[in-house]
């Protein structure tokens, strides 16, 4: 016989890694609200509200708009998988750990990725992609992720839509730490298949994947000559879904999910999107000034970072690991560690929908001056909080 299992109780914790973020008490209430059935009516209004609002959101019109049913990776894999057929040919910018990922879908599909490999921290150059695109010969899409969560790297987007329309490529974009947090303009930027995760700065729990794809890019799912192998991400199938005035059964929507998304974004569009973007810079801004005192250098490019996911360089001679685990069990404040060849060397710092606020910055770094105090690391304490206030005493 086993024990008898207690109630669950987590421990409270201010989420300030790469994700899960802070999710609104608005959230969570709409979560634990009763369950309608998934082709009732009033859900599929449900649905057309969510759609919406993710329009919005995306800053797009395209009717495709839906929530993939999975997590951040569902809608990157329902995006590849369904663009691609074998022998395509997709470029992928490979500047940390998620353009690795899209890079093994696009083979795990029967494509051919041909990456173009920066040093972690840095931008895909588009002079370099437009060589890749000049050497691949014919090109299906051209794959990119907008906001490198492992390393805090900001993909600037503006020019790489018509670069890839003048090559007759698609252009894929994962805007998992993006959307929400900073602008992300599916349409004026000629994104053809955006996705992103609900537990990053939409601060939703996570198991929900926005994703948008415009009308060429709806035309070629439509138009493929074999199957889709993944039965379950087959968009062409999803699209009877979530199509208005058809909702075929396709398979069971995550009831509870959908409502916490639908509460997201109205939280989002009630804030409104500038505003919230500004909010993340400005926390970054004072996050980062703070950092800077106590001797951590940002590991992403300059003039090319992320207000939500900020990556530092671990100082010399400070144990990074006994200050993550210094955070979480005394002060229950989670932080990221570095992943691949920055484990062990970064730490990632997410500042993202709920989790960016004035006071989790104020928060973090005072902890993080007691903890480098105790140990001897930092000699004047007080000045990374003096710089952070500093910071936001002079944002406009
Ligand atoms: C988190 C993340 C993903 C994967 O999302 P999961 O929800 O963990 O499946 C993909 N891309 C980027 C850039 C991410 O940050």
Redesign the pocket.
Known sequence: MSKPVSELVPSPRLLLG??PSLVHPRVLRAMSTPLLGHLDPEFLTIMNEVQALLRTVFQTDNPFTIAVSG????G?EAALVNLIEPGDTVIVGVNGV?GA?MADIVGRAGGKAVKIEVPWGQIIDPHRLEDALKQAGSVKAVAL?H???STGAHQPMEEIGPLCRRYGALLVA?A??SLAGVPVRVDAWGIDACYS?T??CLSCP?GL?PLTLSPRALAVVKGRKTKVQSWYLDLSMIADYWAEGKRAYHHTAPISMIYALREALRIVVEEGLEARFDRHDRNSAALMAGLATLGCEPQAQAGHRLPTLNCVRVPAGVDEAIVRKTLLAEFGIEIGGGLGPLAGRVWRIGLMGESSRHEHVVTLLSTLEQIFGQHGWTKQSGAALTAALQAYATAT
């Open positions: 790469p994700g997590t951040g990776s569902a990157m998620f990922r992720v906001a490198e969560t994962d998992v730490t995760g537990q990053k996570p994947a």
